[in-house]
């Protein structure tokens, strides 16, 4: 062993470093989806929930704390058409995740998509355009008049007897999700035009 020299052992710095704890990466979801209950949603956000009919886009038709909750539920299975509905129990909480976002509305004229025309105007699932804005089609009254949320608004309303009813119509996040390569719809209707 004599007459040879052996390098030291030393011990160098490691190259790379963590990200500290209180930094958070700048990875994001696309959508912004954040967990929530129904009952923090303000009137006009949009949530996803799995209700009877399966997933569903639902839209807030009111604000928190007041004594009712109302939402206009749109599930993904067209079989189920959009729908009205009232919380009274103000002690449940059901969850749903919360989709941040400027939301548009993408609406096409079809073959089907005549002035007034009926029953298309009246069918479940429809967006008719009128001069006071989109009304969703949801449902019929106790009097047969055609209920629906008029998406300008947020509010259930009557349906007017003049406007374009549409079934090719989709929401967005925003408009830059509508104009990217890679966007993706938060929900398209599939809903089939009914017989006369």
């Not at 052992?9 to 954040?34: D, G, N, R, W, Y």
């Not at 886009?57 to 729908?83: I, N």
């Not at 629906?148 to 007897?161: C, G, H, I, Q, W």
């Amino acid at each position: 062993m004599h007459g040879k020299s052996y390098p030291l052992l030393q011990i160098i710095p490691c190259a790379f470093s963590l990200v500290p704890a209180t930094q958070e990466s700048p990875m994001e979801v696309i959508p912004k989806l954040t967990p929530t209950v129904h009952r923090a949603l303000k009137r006009g956000q949009l949530a996803y929930v799995h209700a009877r009919e399966g997933l569903s886009l639902v839209l807030a038709l009111s604000e928190p704390g007041s004594g009712e909750k109302a939402f206009c539920f749109l599930p993904f299975d067209a079989g189920h058409p959009p729908r009205i509905w009232e919380d009274h129990l103000a002690g449940r909480t059901e969850p749903m995740l919360l989709v941040d976002s400027d939301w548009i509305v993408e609406a096409w004229p079809s073959e089907h998509s005549q002035p007034d025309s009926s029953p298309l105007r009246r069918t479940p699932g429809a967006l008719v355009i009128t001069e006071t804005g989109p009304f969703l089609v949801t449902a019929e009254d106790q009097y047969g008049d055609a209920l629906a949320v008029n998406l300008k608004t947020v509010e259930v309303d009557t349906l007017p007897r003049r406007g374009w009813p549409t079934l090719d119509w989709k929401i967005w996040a925003s408009e830059k999700d509508r104009g990217s390569p890679n966007g993706r719809p938060l929900f398209t209707c599939k809903v089939k035009p009914t017989k006369a």
